[in-house]
């Protein structure tokens, strides 16, 4: 991942007190954004946990974005929470679900941490008018429950409590919409807020069809994830029915099956007693649908497909993107823009290193490998990083003017893997007013194969007029300098080659 100067985030300084599945994840959504973290956790594990749930967090980053995200900040390990909030700007407390225990550990934070520091809770169903009882500063507290895994899932429920002031409710948001996070707030407090009320009456329903031996877990699984996930991924509940409701809508949805409800089919206001019986038969059901996998090897599988989805929901809606596509689309735009004015300059006296990307599930083909037309998006990303380079960025291009590629020529030399390191780098051939000719190399691995190369031609257009134009001279001056370097580089062999050249296929008889 490229990295740049400066975090994109309104804070710079986080506190993560707990680092388990839920703080670890925290931990390494701040750093990727920039944020120093120092972390308080007495678990004797605790810095083994934390560096394998930064790890898996880097290694899916490298395949959700090629965006350049800003220089990892730096983790600190405290001996106790006062040492860690002291000077932090947002102290995120993720320790057991007990209320003692919270409302101890809140405490020692709201004591030590600077009178302007946020504090929000992971609790996942803790009303914060509890949390808050003690506190000596309670209107900076307030809940930010995020869902596993916190560095690839964006959603956070802002809940605030009695005493939680607007300004720290819209401070929060602020600082979760710069690290790539959406932050929902729930307009009132309640017992396990919005998303865990919705998991909660599918999971006891779940646990009566196992207990009842309707079907086992694997099954139960399979008709999540082959039907209404996939819907739910990317419309939710509510706009999934109304499609069902035909082009009458939402109205004729509820008419239709509002009676059904009525209906005796769900057991959701029993109980089921999680005895030893059917915790073992949950347990020996979830061992052999593991099939041998590890948990830290499901978590990457789970990263990957998370990854994969997100992509697909990117290129949504006609390339606007769609739902959670769309969050990370916006958010690539903002670090694309910061990139701009602090990136340092490549070395022009060699070929241009402009793009760092990582090979996503999106991109693998039927045969394991990167599918061929990822190789020309890598490349087209290639040159739009060459035209942010030289000015031609988002708000030249708003402006009406941009380059547009009129002729590529793209040849395949070797195969990528997933999660594979690619590299791209340009060689800037000519330049006149008009046209930018280019020559791009694509390296994959440590060892930096060269799997692709491709030779572009662009041309300089005014978008409003629908026809070519001059580019200005302080763009063309970036260019002209480039150029008159890169005219000491030796000229790619491949440079104006034809397909099939030297070995062109003999014509059919």
Known sequence: MTATVG?????SRAACVGGGVIGGGWIARFLLAGIDVKVFDPHPAAQRIVAEVLANAERAYGMLTGAPLPKRGRLTFCASVAEAV????????SVPERLDLKRRVLAEIDAGAPAEALIGSSTSGLKPSDLQAGLAHPGRLFVA??????YLLPLVEIVGGAATTPE???RAKAVLDAIGMKGVVIAREIEAFVGDRLLEALWREALWLIKDDICDVETLDDVI???????????????TYRIAGGEAGMRHFLAQFGPCLQWPWTRLTDVVDLDDALVEKIGGQSDAQAAGLSIRELERIRDENLVGIVQALKAGQGGEGWGAGRLLKEFEQRLWAQAGGGAPAPDPTAPLELLEIRVSPAWI????????HRYLQVFGDTSDALLRLIGVDF??????????????????????????ALTCTTQVLAVDDKRLHLFHRLFAGPERREIATAEYMMLHVDSRAGRSAPAPEHVLAKLRAIADAHAKLETPAAVGRAIGQKTRLAAPV
């Open 7 to 11: 975090a994109l985030a309104p804070i």
């Open 86 to 93: 002291a000077d932090a700007q947002w102290v995120q407390e």
């Open 145 to 150: 429950h995020p869902y596993n895994p916190v």
């Open 168 to 170: 720290t409710i819209a």
């Open 225 to 239: 994830r082959y039907s209404f996930g996939l819907r739910w991924a990317q419309m939710g509940l509510f706009q």
């Open 365 to 372: 083909d039927y045969n394991g490998h990167m599918t061929e």
């Open 395 to 420: 708000a030249y291009v708003e402006a009406g003017h941009s380059y547009y590629t009129v002729e590529t020529h793209l040849r395949h030399l070797g195969e990528a893997r997933l999660g594979e």
